[in-house]
């Protein structure tokens, strides 16, 4: 079997492409891997506490490695981070990373132009899959999961903290992809097959979160393309702090 890392978000597609992973026999996914705020010790984007995401890997049954970075990184300290963390994969012979990501092209583009200087393969389980399917096939499964953070440009306050059920995807407005797969939302899961028990939480508060642009256009880390001419950004997140029991 070949030695595998997992980019782990602590979200529902990560959770359904570790699943997928697991089943797979050519590959031994043997560690978790977590990028982190050192300052406010919660999960990148998803807002999520530490102590939370590390009793979800403990229930996983598999080893977290986190990679810290500050509050406010730009796009160059947070690929020399990511290079040093790579290098020392490598060092301990991983040869395979796994992730999450459905169909955005350039994403995938960027990780493997890195995974490829550091001779490491990227692995998508779920790429390419219809993000209706996806979603039917995480419930069907018997995973479960919480909204942790929605963006407010498209979602109001009432779709954080909320759970991922039929409704759920019932209510999400037509523009907005039922997996969230161009960051509309992140999640977290607290119980699934591959889970040795549930996480318990209790929810904490809703809160309204923007974030401030570099002055440097290329070190601005929430970009989204809503037209080919032209940049925009999303700099404004609803979180929903979960607390751990």
């Given at each position: 079997?070949?030695?595998?890392?997992?980019?782990?978000?602590?979200?529902?597609?990560?959770?359904?492409?570790?699943?997928?992973?697991?089943?797979?026999?050519?590959?031994?996914v043997s560690l978790l891997v977590t990028t982190v705020n050192e300052?406010?010790?919660?999960?990148?984007?998803?807002?999520?506490?530490?102590?939370?995401?590390?009793?979800?890997?403990?229930?996983?049954?598999?080893?977290?490695?986190?990679?810290?970075?500050?509050?406010?990184v730009t796009m160059d300290s947070y690929s020399k981070t990511m290079?040093?963390?790579?290098?020392?994969?490598?060092?301990?012979?991983?040869?395979?990373?796994?992730?999450?990501?459905?169909?955005?092209?350039?994403?995938?583009?960027?990780?493997?132009?890195?995974?490829?200087?550091?001779?490491?393969?990227?692995?998508?389980?779920?790429?390419?899959?219809?993000?209706?399917?996806?979603?039917?096939?995480?419930?069907?499964?018997?995973?479960?999961?919480?909204?942790?953070?929605?963006?407010?440009?498209?979602?109001?306050?009432?779709?954080?903290?909320?759970?991922?059920?039929?409704?759920?995807?019932?209510?999400?407005?037509?523009?907005?992809?039922?997996?969230?797969?161009?960051?509309?939302?992140?999640?977290?899961?607290?119980?699934?097959?591959?889970?040795?028990?549930?996480?318990?939480?209790?929810?904490?508060?809703?809160?309204?979160?923007?974030?401030?642009?570099?002055?440097?256009?290329?070190?601005?880390?929430?970009?989204?393309?809503?037209?080919?001419?032209?940049?925009?950004?999303?700099?404004?997140?609803?979180?929903?702090?979960?607390?751990?029991?």
């Amino acid at each position: 079997m070949k030695k595998t890392y997992f980019n782990w978000s602590s979200g529902k597609d990560s959770a359904l492409a570790l699943y997928k992973m697991q089943q797979n026999t050519d590959y031994d996914v043997s560690l978790l891997v977590t990028t982190v705020n050192e300052d406010y010790k919660r999960v990148s984007m998803h807002g999520l506490r530490e102590e939370l995401l590390e009793k979800q890997t403990a229930s996983l049954e598999l080893p977290l490695y986190k990679i810290s970075f500050p509050a406010n990184v730009t796009m160059d300290s947070y690929s020399k981070t990511m290079k040093i963390a790579m290098d020392s994969l490598v060092e301990k012979e991983y040869k395979h990373a796994v992730f999450g990501d459905i169909f955005l092209e350039d994403l995938k583009e960027y990780r493997d132009s890195k995974l490829k200087e550091v001779g490491v393969k990227g692995l998508y389980p779920l790429w390419k899959k219809d993000t209706k399917e996806i979603i039917t096939e995480f419930l069907e499964l018997g995973f479960k999961a919480i909204t942790v953070c929605v963006n407010a440009k498209l979602l109001g306050e009432e779709f954080v903290g909320r759970i991922i059920d039929e409704q759920f995807i019932k209510d999400l407005p037509e523009n907005v992809d039922v997996c969230g797969e161009n960051g509309e939302f992140h999640t977290f899961v607290f119980d699934g097959p591959n889970f040795s028990k549930p996480v318990d939480f209790t929810i904490g508060e809703k809160t309204l979160r923007s974030y401030t642009l570099h002055d440097n256009d290329d070190d601005n880390c929430h970009q989204s393309k809503d037209k080919v001419e032209e940049k925009n950004y999303d700099t404004s997140f609803w979180y929903c702090d979960l607390i751990s029991k």
